[in-house]
């Protein structure tokens, strides 16, 4: 499975973005997908996740109410709305796909910049 993410961007404190990611190849093995963001010179972190049936959807408790993750068009898109962003939400974002029986996420993208401003 191939992630290709887009739409990071530079933003003030109070903005949105929406992140857009696509996956291909294998997909029909693809259970949910994922974001997850790395700041800099921290761990990387869960944000949120969605299945590919888009009935179950989880958020790390610091987004709650901030993002919401959603399917595109396609099952195999996901989208990330980012309200009300905060610096410390300055990170790159990574999206991710796991696959059906497998624990943990497999298969992850190049990563998106997102960068907000006080």
């Known amino acids: 499975v191939q992630l290709q993410a887009s739409g990071g961007g530079l933003v003030q404190a109070g903005g949105s973005l929406r992140l857009s990611c696509a996956a291909s190849g294998r997909t029909y093995s693809v259970y949910a997908m994922g974001w997850f963001r790395q700041a800099p010179g921290k761990d990387r972190e869960f944000v949120a996740e969605?299945?590919?049936?888009?009935?179950?959807?989880h958020y790390a408790n610091y987004v709650k109410g901030r993002f919401t993750i959603s399917r595109g068009n396609d099952k195999y898109t996901v989208l990330l709305q980012l309200n009300n962003l905060r610096p410390e939400d300055t990170a790159v974002y990574h999206c991710a796909s796991r696959r059906s029986g497998v624990s943990g996420y497999d298969a992850w993208g190049q990563g998106t910049l997102v960068t907000v401003s006080s």
């Open positions: 969605i299945s590919v049936s888009g009935l179950n959807r």
